[in-house]
C-alpha cells in the first residue's frame, strides 16, 4: 500500500509562493503517476499537475501553467510543487494523489492513493 502526507500548506500574499510537499510512505513505482489536485469550496476537484514518476514528463492544469512547477525527488520519494505568483483563486486545499494509470492524467478519477490534503489560503 501508498500512504501519502502532504505538507507545506499556509497562508500567504497574493504574489507571493509557496512550495507543497507530499512524502510517500511505500514505494511509488517508476510507471505509475503521481501528482496534485485541489478543491476549493463550491468548486469540483481540479487537477493541477501530474508527473511520470519514472520520468521527467509533466501535465499541468491551464489555470497554474508559468506559474506552477511540479517535481520529486525519487530518493527521498517526495513529490514538490512550488507554486509561485499565487491569486486568491488558488485557494483551496490541495491533495497529492497516485495512480497506476489514466488516459487522462489530471482526471482525478483515475487516482487510487490519496494524501490528507494541506491548506493553501491567498488573500488580496
Known amino acids: 500500500q501508498v500512504q501519502l502526507v502532504e505538507s507545506g500548506g499556509g497562508s500567504v500574499k497574493a504574489g507571493g509562493s509557496l512550495r507543497l510537499s507530499c512524502t510517500a510512505s511505500?514505494?511509488?513505482?517508476?510507471?505509475?503517476?503521481w501528482g496534485w489536485f485541489r478543491q476549493a469550496p463550491g468548486k469540483e476537484r481540479e487537477g493541477v499537475a501530474v508527473s511520470y514518476a519514472g520520468g521527467s514528463a509533466e501535465v499541468y492544469g491551464d489555470s497554474v501553467k508559468g506559474r506552477f512547477t511540479i517535481s520529486q525527488d525519487n530518493a527521498k520519494n517526495t513529490l514538490y510543487l512550488q507554486m509561485n505568483s499565487l491569486e486568491t483563486e488558488d485557494t483551496a486545499v490541495y491533495f497529492c494523489?497516485?495512480?497506476?494509470?489514466?488516459?487522462?492524467?489530471?482526471?482525478?478519477?483515475?487516482?487510487?492513493?490519496w494524501g490528507q490534503g494541506t491548506q493553501v489560503t491567498v488573500s488580496s
Open positions: 511505500g514505494y511509488i513505482p517508476s510507471n505509475y503517476y
Open positions: 494523489a497516485a495512480a497506476r494509470s489514466c488516459a487522462y492524467l489530471l482526471d482525478s478519477n483515475c487516482y487510487d492513493y
